[in-house]
């Protein structure tokens, strides 16, 4: 199993990001894909997942209406969109497999996004 | 949202000896129908992401030494690894997959070598 990031932006404060994320060795529409973040030098913080096999979300209340998963099972990516960046989301995003239950077994290497005008 | 409380914050230990970290949620995550823990432990050196060493609050993943152990139940659980290596200095997080979202962490345990 790897899961396989895009890497490091840098945006402006107001803008948009969209991380990808690359799955090979196993079904990608088997399992979901979730989102955490990470501050620098923080904890860990669950942002969403997505189903691939149905395209279904879940979003933290947090990021509601400024976050949006999408996948692209003929590529078996995944990808989220963050909108409206400020400077405190500056972080490490990473995408993490999980089953119906929710612990995550296999990690992406992180995608650091820097906001900063 | 649950809330899961490590302790403590930081940790030194000498090599070969016992180190303990704690972690309590602020509802059970003891399922009873199954009666699991839906508790998972990761563990995250510099510059990695986390990895996963234990789920269900006891049981190792694949590959993961058997110096690390996870007990508890409940609401109050601990990773214990039973004779420190150097490898093992990282920072340890607990997280609940008890409720529906969103599945919460702890603030994490820095551990490092005495």
């Known amino acids: 199993v790897q899961l396989v990031q895009s890497g490091a932006e840098v945006k402006k404060p107001g803008a948009s990001v969209k991380v990808s994320c690359k799955a090979s060795g196993y079904t990608f529409t088997g399992y979901y894909m979730n989102w955490v973040r990470q501050a620098p030098g923080q904890g860990l913080e669950w942002m969403g997942r997505?189903?691939?096999?149905?395209?279904?979300?879940d979003y933290a209340e947090k990021y509601q209406g400024r976050v949006t998963m999408t996948r692209d099972t003929s590529s078996s990516t995944a990808y989220m969109e963050l909108r409206n960046l400020r400077s405190d989301d500056t972080a490490f995003y990473y995408c993490?497999?999980?089953?119906?239950?929710?612990?995550?077994?296999?990690w992406g290497q992180g995608s650091l996004i820097t906001v900063s005008s | 949202d649950i809330v899961m409380t490590q302790s403590p914050d930081s940790l030194a230990v000498s090599l070969g000896e016992r180190a303990t970290i704690n972690c309590k949620s602020s509802?059970?995550?003891?399922?009873?129908?199954?009666?699991?823990?839906?508790l998972a432990w990761y563990q995250q050196k510099p510059g990695q992401p986390p990895k996963l060493l234990i789920n269900w609050a006891s049981t190792r993943d694949v590959g993961v030494p058997d110096r690390f152990s996870g007990s508890g139940s409940g609401t109050d659980f601990t990773l214990t690894i039973s004779s420190l290596q150097a490898e093992d200095v990282a920072v340890y997080y607990c997280?609940?997959?008890?409720?529906?979202?969103?599945?919460?962490f702890g603030q994490g345990t820095k551990l490092e070598i005495k």
């Open positions: 993490a497999r999980s089953g119906q239950v929710v612990y995550f077994d296999f």
């Open positions: 997505i189903n691939p096999n149905s395209g279904d979300t």
């Open positions: 997280q609940q997959y008890y409720s529906s979202p969103p599945y919460t």
């Open positions: 509802q059970s995550l003891l399922y009873s129908s199954n009666n699991q823990n839906y």
